[in-house]
C-alpha cells in the first residue's frame, strides 16, 4: 500500500483549522506532519489536534523533509513567497484563495510554474468540487443547454464583520462568482461593471451593502451578480444559467432545476441506492470505524436487527393470508 | 497516532466488494486486511483493489490475528454463524441485513450479545445516517411535530431481477421502511397488515406488485408503506411524518420540507458555508491529496488564481468609479 | 342576446349564500331569483345582496315560473324530495353533497332520471373543475402515467367543529376523495378498508382523527386516505397516482409535478401568456367593469401609462448608445 | 338590479378580440355593444361573436349613445386621439399599452386628465391583477420584506416573429417590467442601463437578443430584467424581491416563495377550501349555468352521487367494524 502523503498547514486561522482537521478526519490518505502559523498558541493547539509537529518558519516547514506537498492558508499578502517556495522545491501547493494579491505577482507565479513545464498549484476554489456546480458544468458542456448565453449569480451572507466593506465584497465574495463563471463557461472575463445599491440598513457608514455587478466575456456573454452580505437571512448561492436550448438553477434548496425545450421545469430523480445513499454508507463506515476502533458501535444494534426481522415475518404472513398479522416479539434482554 | 483499524469482509459481492472499496478509499481510520469469499477470484479481485489478503474460510478470517473487526455481506443464511463467531472472539461487527434469517435465531443472537454485556453487533440499516433522515428524526424528537401520529413510506425501484417476488419486496426492500419507522417512532410495531395491488405490466406472473402495507405501533400509531420496485422511472425513497402540530417530507428530491403551524411550507436555508460547502472542501482535499501523490493537481491552477485575481482589481475599480472596465490580462504561458 | 338563466337558491347557509354570491357576481349569463331557507332572516340578507326575491316553501320556489333551475343546498335529509321535484317539473338541479342521505334513496333518484331520459341533475363535486384535478386526469386519460396502479390521497383541515365526528369524517370529507378516485380512475370502488389511528390531541373523546382509509377498486386498484381534519395548519388536499409508467402528484402547493420514465420529476413551464395570465385578464376587466360603471378606474392610471413611455424612451435609448440614460419625467399635475 | 355596462372595443385584433371575448362570458355586468376595427371582416365577426354593432368609425364608436365606457386595443399610433375623444366624452377608458408613442403626447394626456379632475384613464399592466404580483405587493407593503433593496426580474418567450428587434424587446416586453418595479415599490424608475448580450442563433441579424437592463430609482434601489424573448422554451416571467429582511420570489412555477430572516424558504399553505377551490366553485357554476341553460349538465351527475352515498356507508361500516367492507351497488340503469 501507498504510504500517506505528508502535508504541510500554513497558517491555520478558521480556514486551515478547517484544512488540517479535515484532512487528519475525513480525508484518506494524507497526514497532517506540520503546521505553521504566527500564532504559536495556535498552531500548538492544531498541531495536538491533528498529530502534528509545529514548525515555527513557514519557509522552513516547506523545506522540512516529512513535507510532500503545502496547504496555504496564511493571509493573502503572504501566498506570494509561499507559493513559489514550494515551486522552488518542486511540492504540490494548495493554495487558498487569492493566488496572490496583485495582479502583476500573480502573473509572475503563474509564469515561474510554466516554467518550471509541471502543473503544482492548486488554488482553493472549492464551488468546483460541489456535486451542483459539476452537474451544471457538465450539463452545459454536452450541451445541454445550447449555447449558455446568461450566468447570473446571486451571493447572500447573513452577516459579516463590520470591517467587510465593499471593496472586501468583491476580493472575498464575488471572487467565488468569478471562478464560477468562467468554470461553466470556460472562457474569460473581458469586462465588470458595478451598480451601488441602497444600502441595507445594517451596512456601516459607505459600504454599498448590496451591489449588482455585471460582467462579459470574450463570447459576448453577459454575467450578473447580485452581492448581498448582510442579508439577515442564510448562506444562499445560486446559479442559473440560461442557453439557447433550456436554463437550469442551482442553489434554489431543490437541487437542480432544469427548464427544457420541451416546456418542462424540474430536476433528475436520485436512479438508484449508490446516488440516494452513497454518502449515508461513507458515514455509516466511518462512524462505526470509529465506534469499532474503542470496541463497540454506533448505529442499530442487534435488538433493531432482530424486530426488523419479527415485523418481516409478520409482512410476509401478511401478504400470503391478507389478514392483519400480529408481530411477536420476545422481551428486550 | 491511532494505527488503523483492521477489518475482514465476509461476502465481496456487489454491497460487501462497495464497502470494501469505500472503506479502502474514503474512510480514515480503517484498512481492510482480509477478504473472503465463496467466489475464490471474487476474492483475490476485492483483495487485489484493496491490498487486503484472502483467507478462504469466514471463520479463519474472523479469527485472524490481522482482524479487529468484521463486515458481514455474505447471504443471509450464513449469518448467524458468522456473527456468533464475531461475537465469540468479543470483535466488533457490521452485518448487513438480516441480522439472521428466522425471528428465533435472531433472538437467540439478541441474547448471546447481552449474555456478553457490550454492544458489539450493528446492522446495516444505513438510512439512519443520511442527513434527511438524521434530520427528520431530529425534528421529531425535540418536539417539532408535535405527537408524530402517522408515518408515509414510498419505496420505488426503477427494476429489479425476475426472481424478487411479492416475499422478497417485503424482506429485503419493506425491511428498510420497518427500521426507518422504529427509528422515526422510537417504538416497536405491532401489526402488519398487505394489500395487494392490481399488478404492473411487467411484473412476473403471480407477483403482486405494487402493494401498500400498513403498520400499527405500540403507541396505536399508523404507518403506511407503498412498495413498488417495477416502476421504470428511478429511485424513489420518501418518508412523510404528520403529527399534531406540522409534518415533515424528506425524499421529494427538494430536501426536507416542513409544514407547520403558521401555515407556511418550506425547508431550511443552508445557514452558512460549512453546511453548504463541507463536502465540497473533503472532495476538494481528497481529489487533492490523490493527485499531490502523484506530483500534480486536480482542480483550479494558477492560472485560474491569476485570473481572478484580475477580473477582482477592475471589479474593485469599477466599485470606485462606477464605470465600466476592461480586465487587464497577459497573454497564458 | 340569449337572456339570463333564472336561478332559485334553496338553503342559503354557508354553501348557499356562497352559491348565490358568486352566481350574482362573478358567472355571466345567470340570474338569482329566487332564494329560500328555513330562516326567514337569513333568506332576506341574501335576497337583499342578490336582489332575489324570497320564497318561503322550497317547492314553491321549485315550481315559481320565474326559475329556470335549482341549486341546492339544503341540509341532506332534505335533498331526495327536493331532487325530485326539479325532476317533476324537468328543470335542472345542481344539488350539493349527499345526493341523499341513504344507498336506496339515492338509486331510486337515480333510477327516475333514467325514467325520464335526461341528464339534469349535476352533484357537487367541484373537485372536478379544479385545474390540478382537471389536469390530472387528462394526463391519466391520455394515457401520460401508463396504467394507473394506485392513488394515494391526503386530506388535511386545520380544524373542524367539535361535534365532527369519525362518522362525519367519511361522510363529510372523505366522501370528497371518493369521487376524485372514481373520477381519476374511471370505474368504480369494490371494498373499503379503515385504520383508526392514535387520535391527535385535540381529538374529542371517542373520536379517530387522524384515519387511514384503503380503498380497492373493479380493476384491481389501490386507492389510499389519509383523512385527518384537525392538523391545526392548513387546509392540505393532495393527489398523487403512481402508474406503470410514471406517477404525478397535485396539491403540494407548487402545481402538478410529474415523474416520468425518463427520470426526471418536475412540472410544466406556463406554456403562453394566456395561461399565466388569463385569470389576470378576467380581474382586471371584471373589476373595471364595476368601476367604469362608477365612472372611475380601478387599477394602473394615466400617470402609470406616462411613465412607463418615459421609461422605454430611455431604455430604448440606452440599447442605442450602451449608456446610462436618466428617465426625463415631467412633475406628476 | 343595475344594468350592463355598454362597452365599446375598439381594435379587434388578438387583444381586443380576447378582451371583447372575456367581456361577453365570464365577465359579470358588461355588455359589448359595439365593437371597431380597421378591418371591417375582423369587426363583423367579432360582432357576431359577442352580439355587438359594428361601428366603421372609431370617434363614432366612442360617441355611440349606445356606449358607456370604451376597450383601446387599437394600434399604439392611434392611442392619444382616441383617449382624449374618451376623455372629451367623460367616459371610462381602459386603454392597453402605450398610452400613448411619445413622452409629450403621454404628459399630454395626463395633464388632460388632470384638467379634468377625474379618474377615467386606466391603462392595461395586467399583471397588478395577478394574485402573485398583488401578494408579493402586498407583502412589501406591510413590510414583510423590511425595506426592499433589489427587484429581479425575467422575461422570457418561446419565440416572437422576426421583426420583434431590440428596441421592440424594450417597448413592448420590458414595459411589463417597468409597470411591476413601480408597482411593487411604488416610486420612479431614475436610470436604464442595457447589456448586449450573445445572440442568441435564432436571432434576426442585429437583435440584440438576450440583453440585460439594469435601472436605479428614486430611493436608490436598484432593479434588472433579463429579456430574452426567443428562448424555445415556454413564457418564464418571474420577479424576486431582495430586502433587508427576506426575500420572495413569484413566477417559479411553484406559487410565492419566501425567504425570511429565520433562515427558512418556503410557500403559504392553502388557508382553507375558499383560497383552495374558489376558482374551481366559479368554473363549475360557470358552466352547469351554460349546460343548464340548454336542459342538460356538465359535470357528476347523479350515478357520481349516488356511488358516493354507497361508498361512504360501507366506509362508515369499515370504521365501526374494523373490517374491509365491500361496497354494495346496484346495476347502473
Known sequence: MVSDL?????GVGMMGSYHATTLSSLVRGATVTVVNDFSAERAAEVAAATGARVVDDPFAAIAD?????????????????QVLACLDRGIPVLCEKPLTTSIDTAYAVV????????SLIQVGFMRRFDAEYAAL???????????????????????????FNSE???????????????FLLDEEITSVQVTRGRPTPSAPEGVSDPMMVTF???GGRIATDEIFVRTGVAYEVRTEVVGSQGSAFIGLDQNMLVKSTDGRWGGSITPGF????????????????AAATEGTIDGPGAWDGYAAVAVCEAGVE????????????????
Open 6 to 10: 505528508k502535508v504541510a498547514v500554513l
Open 65 to 81: 523533509p516529512d513535507v510532500d506537498a503545502v496547504v496555504i492558508a496564511t493571509p493573502g499578502a503572504a501566498h506570494e513567497a
Open 111 to 118: 509564469k515561474a510554474e510554466a516554467a518550471l513545464g509541471r
Open 137 to 163: 458544468r457538465e450539463l452545459i458542456a454536452k450541451g445541454g443547454l445550447g449555447d449558455p448565453l446568461l450566468v447570473h449569480c446571486t451571493h447572500r451572507n447573513p452577516d459579516v464583520p463590520p470591517h
Open 168 to 182: 472586501m465584497m468583491i476580493r472575498d465574495s464575488v471572487v467565488h462568482e468569478v471562478d464560477v463563471i468562467r
Open 216 to 218: 462579459t466575456t470574450e
Open 274 to 289: 449508490v446516488e440516494r445513499f452513497g454518502q449515508a454508507y461513507v458515514t455509516e463506515l466511518q462512524r462505526w470505524v
Open 318 to 333: 401478511a401478504v400470503l393470508t391478507g389478514e392483519t398479522v400480529a408481530v411477536q416479539m420476545g422481551p428486550r434482554p
